[in-house]
């Protein structure tokens, strides 16, 4: 069974870790999907995997900065455009610059509010016509452990994903009756392009026995990109008919 044959559906953040596995998931169930991020050669990437696995026909990617006001408001009618509507969006992008609080700067501070917190407004601002013309759509952010339970030295990164988890509880109110349902996704400890990159993503003199608690209790530590990917693909479908205004852990026991 294809549970999401013919569904239209945007992705930030393709070509790498989440996201990318996220395209490729919705892609194995049917859909159609425009699949954006801002660095080509890993884009490409994305392509090629989805080729292997027989599905690049219903692929398109696309660079789009979802921090850059014009580019996702052009990036996003284009996508529009090339599916002939929207029925889902998914707002994978995002970045974490870690730092001690009382150094952060205002220009970090601003960068990391831009590309997770105001990327999500902008991307979901550009493609809500089009998804409320369906009158059935879904938008599922990405949001983060971090929003909820103490993650230090990423205030920035924490206070963009609490944005993101208030920002979505709003729009599943707002536009509830006229079919839109609007989840968060709360990953953690999820291997990808960002926890690979760890060391050098946070700042020098790291106390890292105050990150101890991020470690899953399942498996060996860290989860698959697949992992979310298959929750994602749920949400988006009419599994998930039921889900709005919420969010979904996914993070192996770590946050409990
Ligand atoms: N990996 C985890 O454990 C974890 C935990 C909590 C939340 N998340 C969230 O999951 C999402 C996916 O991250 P990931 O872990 O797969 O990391 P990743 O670094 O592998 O993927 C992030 C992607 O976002 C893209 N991106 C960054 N800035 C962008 C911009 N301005 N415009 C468009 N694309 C941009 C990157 O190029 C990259 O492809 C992020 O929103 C992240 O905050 C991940």
Redesign the pocket.
Known sequence: MERLADRRILV??A?????RATALRLLAEGARVVA????GD?LAETLALAAEAGTADRLVTAL????DENAVNEGTAQAVATLGGLDALVN?????RGAHTHECSLDLWNRVLA??LT?TFLVTRAALPALLETGKSVVVN?S???AQFAHPMMAAYSASKGGILSFTHSIAQEYGKRGLRAVNVN????S????QNIFSLMPEETDWSLLSKLTACVGEGFGS?EDVAGVVAMLVSDDGAFITGTEIRIDGGTHQ
Do not use: E, Y
């Open positions: 930030t953040g070509a790498s870790g989440i996201g954006t991020d801002i660095t890993a789009m900065d979802v921090s994978v992008a995002g970045m974490l590309v997770n990327g990405f983060s452990t971090s990953p953690g400890s999820i990808s392009g960002i926890t990109p």
